[in-house]
T-cell receptor, first 109, second 111 residues
């Protein structure tokens, strides 16, 4: 079993829908990252979390340390949100980054 | 503002040529990392360095070399020994007690 699991693997939704992408992990962590990658594009860091909740524009990220779970929400989704969203956690034992496989999101107009 | 600069964003090279990817940070971070991503795949660790003049192999170091002569810089050379060099390469840095900062990546195409 992978140490970082993302769900769903693929998600297609209509413009305007509320989107949730989940990330579960099985190791102790010091931080969790959410990143965005557009097709053929570079990586953009969205959030770094160690507790609670963060919001930036239409994006909200939450983390529950006890349950070892994080969610990324997108409100009022737009076709430009179509991208791969990647969760990565920093292990608190060796400080290395453990990557999720990514969630491919497609927002249809 | 502090951050990581990777250059160039897109790079084309002929097969058999060595190519060096640049990664510079002004965050005063001790640790730096290189990752590789193949199409439709997750990121994998190539090399990392936790201190100047020291670096360790990651999961897929074969065909790559690095140097860490300065704290700010961690260049990655893709050698001709790397069988499938076409990929997306991501550089990152970290302070030991917290999270990571990421570059935007370099997309290398070998023709």
């Amino acid at each position: 079993k992978n140490e970082v699991e993302q769900s769903p693997q693929n998600l297609t939704a209509q413009e305007g829908e509320f989107i949730t992408i989940n990330c579960s992990y099985s190791v102790g962590i010091s931080a969790l990252h959410w990143l965005q990658q557009h097709p053929g594009g570079g990586i953009v860091s969205l959030f770094m979390l160690s507790s609670g909740k963060k919001k930036h524009g239409r994006l909200i990220a939450t983390i529950n340390i006890q349950e070892k779970h994080s969610s990324l929400h997108i409100t009022a989704s737009h076709p430009r949100d179509s991208a791969v969203y990647i969760c990565a956690v920093r292990s608190d034992s060796n400080y290395q980054l453990i990557w999720g496989a990514g969630t491919k999101l497609i927002i249809k107009p | 503002d502090g951050g990581i600069t990777q250059s160039p964003k897109y790079l084309f090279r002929k097969e058999g040529q060595n190519v060096t990817l640049s990664c510079e940070q002004n965050l005063n971070h001790d640790a730096m990392y290189w990752y590789r991503q193949d199409p439709g795949q997750g990121l994998r660790l190539i090399y990392y360095s936790q201190i100047v003049n020291d670096f360790q192999k990651g999961d897929i170091a074969e065909g790559y070399s690095v140097s860490r002569e300065k704290k700010e810089s961690f260049p990655l050379t893709v050698t001709s020994a790397q069988k499938n060099p076409t990929a997306f390469y991501l550089c990152a840095s970290s302070a030991h007690w917290y999270g990571y900062t990421f570059g935007s990546g370099t997309r290398l195409t070998v023709v």
